[in-house]
């Protein structure tokens, strides 16, 4: 039974990840006056790097990057509740706490990083310099405010967190939603603080020497994981969802807003970001958390 | 009735479609999948990759026929030969060509990848492409502009469809002929020394 | 147990050494350091009073482990110490040499002053009495004496501030040396700071605080050294600000107990693979190293599990003692401290990156790397063992609860719930290891399966300059390995350059100019010459006459 939910919940991910995909592409298609691929064009993506002749591989370890990106996002997914206040779809969350899934978060980038650092390519050391350099600036204001949230709700579990939320934590304690909102745009990889991957400066990252299925595999990881991170999103500030539907709501909207924010601006420099991030979503949340404890 | 741009993407989409073929269902739909998902590394050989930023931009959109660009040679399924290209790109251009994953096509652009142009007496361009890649479709024209660009992306992919292109497979059959060409123009040594056996290399996971 | 050796005391003092649940299992951590440690010896050719040394400073650690009254403690501490400071000698400078024993000797000293304060108030030197004595204290005195003892344990533990001796001191020492002194010696400020102030105070907010900042610098100074032993030494520095900071809040003594035994295993562990990647390469930095994975695949699979374990991630051993320090920082409220310590373990991942990357991945620097082979059993057959160790904590994080439940109901503390090994409960939350390395690893698998099974097949890159590289051919010249200086741009922003320029060295050199410029002054007034001497004997010897007349 737990089994077939997990399958489900796997499915779920992939395909509402994709769809999410194929909105981002049309939605930035149509903020730059464009009119976009086809609604499913990274699933044919990916279906197409599945069905390369060849791939170029660099040993073992090169295998193993891409596979434990895959499986830290997969197990990432199983220990988040999809839905507050009941066991339907929770997966293995009763297991974990979000100290797992925080950490879990970042295994499969670290993991990658293993795979990209055995494939010798200099280009790709230099987005995992550029993307470790930010990363603590990045999840400061994000893990700020989710421990002032923690100790509100007096509970580690996401899924009490989320039926915690008499009014969701986003319009409770705007500054801490704020403050992890910037962490949240950054982890999704959007703009200003998408430096890890510029395409022409540091040919495209981490992603550098991938080809063919390994590719593949990273498109499909990073459709579940970016559902996976929205829904974390939602159950930890915007109150959980009940529904599919409500959940699909949800996540759109907050989808939404991120690319929407992506698109309008520019890109930061490593120590920019780092700068920025240190400076103001730090501060906002640092203040959030003061005043949403202060007693 | 629908007019304008929607009408324009109606049209080139049903032409994408129209070709019918006889293959098995299985190659038809990894065809279809290859046709509909094309990657063209971002690599300006020559002249004419001044026409491919509009191509790939707001204006022509060549991702709404899932055209777009790619960082590295790992990642991309398409190389566009832009125009002239001279010993020092032709180098470049087979390491990169020679890194890309198979399947994989050869776009080439403007007269003088075709017979050189008005290059035909250069002492440093080459003057038939064919000789030293092979190439699945040529575009024509001094430059092409991006509405001929895109006509001949359809074209190849009516032919990735039809499981017609297959010139990557060309290269390997044949692969000491254009190796030796290479070798005429480049030196003994041509970089990356490449041996056929591992080439063909069959194996890994 | 206790052993009373009143019979022999001087006066009415009473030494004596007892056997406690707290001390079996820093005992045990040192059996476990130097088990596993014996294993390198044959490989090096040491002096025999290397040896001798390490008997002696061996036997002194377990007499600051079993000793019940702070006379021995404090005999057990000198001669630690002293012995450290011998075995320093064998290959490190004489300038890092003089910072040691300076440091340890002032170090000594403040102990000494205080552990007679204790003794002073009730004329006892033994543990059951200090907690009274210090109550006993004035305020004022009660103070000098917590800065005291801080100030001993401090520079043992090489808090920021106090670090300036260990970093050297560190990456000169022997392999196997700088192994114990990351391992077991710092472990012993550890055991002292729970012994002498833990035990005898309430929880001082003062220490935790100390410890996140000790952890948030030491990791920005780890990420900016090139020395693959400067980092890790830097690295157990940052460690051990998080035993600290777990120290200072109620309830931390489960935490820091946990994190204790993580951390000498996984220090063990790196502090050996790479004396073994130093054995076989004879090359000690990051920029001088690298592309070592297929040619020691093993020692690769270790460190790579030493360093998940130091990141603390889930599902090996180091998720679970910080999940246990962050349930105590929760519990308690101090928020900002947490985030302070999640900050720090979060930055930690960019110096763990550079640990794998700088030696093992990314292209070897030089040709001489490309002849390296795999260490022998004797580097491995440790690393093994402390691996296992570490991935069983991880499965069953509670595995060690119940004997941590004994130390803390000793300590008359609140003890952790236990249902089964498998889950470990904190005050606040709980986390079910099993689950989540059963889940990861079938996950994991299965990923595998599907992978492999794909249609298209992957072909090994020709060799190792078959890469993407802009159309180019790089060669042996091509300076390939890039990254083993990650972290460098860091400083360029503004708010981390305060923490990354400024050094204690600054203070300290100010601190050495002084007393030189001090003793030019009294150099003046005895000036060596013959007649001065004896004028001022002279001098000497009426004012002790006219001082004993009065």
Known sequence: ?295 | MEEGFLLEQKTLEGDLNSETSHQSSVDFLMNWFRKRSIFVLAYGTGCGAIEMPPTFTSRYDAERLGIRGAATPRQADVIIVSGYCSYKTLRRIIRTYEQMSNPKYVLALGSCTVNGGMYWDSYNTIKKLEDYLPVDMYVNGCMPRPESILEGFIELQKEIGAGKASSWQKYEENHEFYRKNQEAVLGEKVEPSYEADWYLYEGGL | MMINLSNYALGHIVLALEMSHLANFFAVLILLSMGTLLFLVKNYALPKSFYALSALLSTSLFLIVYAADYLLFFIGWEVMSITTYFLLSFSVSQKTLHKYIIFAMSSALALFIAILMIYSTQQSFLYSDARESFELMGEFQGVFFLVLILFAIFVKLGVIGFHYWLVDAYEEAHDIFTAFLSAVLSKMGVYALIILVVKVTQPMLALAIIGVMTSIIATFKAIQEDSVKRVLAYSSIAQLGYIVTVLGVADGMSGALYHSLIHTAVKLLLFINIAGVIYMTGRDKFSQLGGLIYKMPQSFVLLLIGIIVLAGMPPLGGFSSKFLIYSALLDTKYLLLLSGVMFSSASAFLYIYKLIYGVYLGHPSHKKLESAKEVSLSFLLPQYLLAFILITLGTFPALIVPYINEILLESSLTTLSFTHAGELISAFAQFNGLIVMSAFGTIFVLVVIFFVSTRSKAKEAKNRFDIAYCGEEPDESTHLHYGYSMGKELARVGILRAIIKNSSSHFYEYLGKQTLSFAELFRKIYSGKLSVNFNIAILFLLLLLWGSLR
């Open chain 1, 1 to 295: 039974m737990i089994l077939l939910e997990l399958l489900l919940m796997l499915l779920v991910a992939y395909g509402v990840g994709f769809l999410y995909y194929g909105l981002y592409r049309n939605i930035t298609a149509r903020f730059q006056r464009r009119f976009g691929p086809p609604l499913w064009q990274s699933f044919f993506d990916s279906i197409k790097f599945f069905l390369k002749e060849e791939s170029t591989s660099h040993g073992w370890m090169f295998y193993l990057g891409p596979i434990i990106m895959m499986s830290g996002a997969i197990t990432t997914l199983f220990f988040i509740p999809f839905f507050k206040e009941t066991t339907n779809f929770s997966g293995l969350s009763s297991y974990g706490n979000l100290f797992v899934v925080l950490y879990l978060l970042v295994l499969g980038p670290l993991g990658n990083a293993l795979g990209v650092g055995t494939g010798g390519n200099p280009f790709g050391a230099m987005g995992v310099t550029r993307g470790l350099s930010r990363l603590f600036a990045l999840e400061l204001p994000f893990y700020i405010a989710v421990i002032a949230i923690m100790s509100l709700s007096g509970s580690a579990d996401i899924s009490e967190i989320a039926a915690h939320q008499s009014t969701m934590y986003a319009l409770a304690y705007p500054l801490l939603f704020i403050g992890a909102l910037f962490s949240f745009i950054g982890m999704m990889g959007q703009s200003p603080f998408d430096v890890v991957g510029a395409p022409v400066e540091v040919y495209s990252g981490p992603a550098s020497e991938f080809s063919g299925k390994f590719l593949a595999l990273l498109m499909s990881q990073s459709a579940i994981y970016t559902f996976a991170k929205l829904v974390l999103m939602v159950n930890l500030f915007l109150g959980g969802a009940q529904g599919f539907l409500e959940l699909l709501l949800k996540t759109f909207v907050l989808f939404l807003f991120v690319i929407s924010f992506g698109s309008l601006y520019g890109r930061f420099k490593t120590p920019q970001s780092i700068d920025f991030l240190l400076k103001v979503p730090t501060t906002i949340a640092v203040i959030g958390l003061i005043l949403a404890t202060w007693s």
